[in-house]
């Protein structure tokens, strides 16, 4: 069974410019998230799909960010216009179990960013 | 909300050592620890996890201990080996949703 897929996994971009971030979940996985890891630091909660729906977008840093999940296949997180800060690795996550019991996460690879 | 503190941020032991890993939380009702495993360019793997329901979990040579009083629980590595050499992340949960994760801990396993 593949896992959690993203694409690309580097990416450099000038500043002012636009990136597309995609996820492929785990086939079945109604829960999808998106977390980033920023110079080193903790793994920072981004946001909470289930299936096409925004569970949770409490993380999402501000408006030059954009998540989609059409469908509640893949999803995408656009970032426009970018900036030196978004600089990091972009990690998507996927989940079977929804609930009271947090099921496990399965991570993929995750995007590097590198804004320049 | 929820934050997470780990320590140490680096580590090392000697191979056939053992390597300790801490980590406190502040929200009282979060009830669901995991530790994740992520090797240099992989991506981060469940290792282990713990429910606020069990003191202590055991896994060959991996355990976790928490203290929920205290608020803190910790990762036990014993006979270490240099595959057990990547960054290890602790993380607290209180709901399906979200999990706050720490700051990483880079052990290095000396061979």
């Known amino acids: 069974e593949a896992g959690v897929t993203q694409f690309p996994s580097h990416s450099v971009i000038e500043k002012g410019q636009t990136v597309t971030l995609r996820c492929d979940p785990i086939s079945g996985h109604d829960n999808l998230y998106w977390y980033r890891r920023v110079m080193g630091k903790e793994i920072k909660f981004l946001l909470h799909f289930v299936k096409e729906s925004k569970q949770d977008e409490s993380g999402m840093p501000n408006n030059r960010f954009l998540a989609e999940r059409t469908g509640g296949t893949y999803s995408t997180l656009k970032v426009q216009p970018a900036e030196l800060e978004d600089s990091g690795v972009y990690f998507c996550a996927s989940s079977l179990r929804t609930g009271g019991n947090t099921g496990e996460l399965f991570f993929g690879e995750g995007s590097r960013l590198t804004v320049l | 909300g929820e934050n997470v503190e780990q320590h140490p941020s680096t580590l090392s032991v000697q191979e056939g050592d053992s390597a300790v890993i801490k980590c406190t939380y502040s929200?009282?009702?979060?009830?669901?620890f995991p530790w994740y495993k992520q090797e240099l360019g992989k991506r981060p793997q469940l290792i282990i996890d713990?429910?606020?329901?069990?003191g202590e979990k055991k896994d060959q040579r991996i355990a976790v201990t928490l203290n929920k009083t205290a608020k803190h629980f910790s990762l036990h590595i014993t006979e270490t080996q240099p595959e057990d050499s990547a960054v290890y992340f602790c993380?607290?949960?209180?709901?399906?949703?979200?999990?706050?994760f720490g700051s990483g801990t880079q052990l290095t396993v000396l061979p």
């Open positions: 929200d009282s009702a979060s009830n669901y």
């Open positions: 993380a607290a949960s209180k709901s399906a949703r979200q999990l706050t």
């Open positions: 713990i429910r606020s329901n069990v």
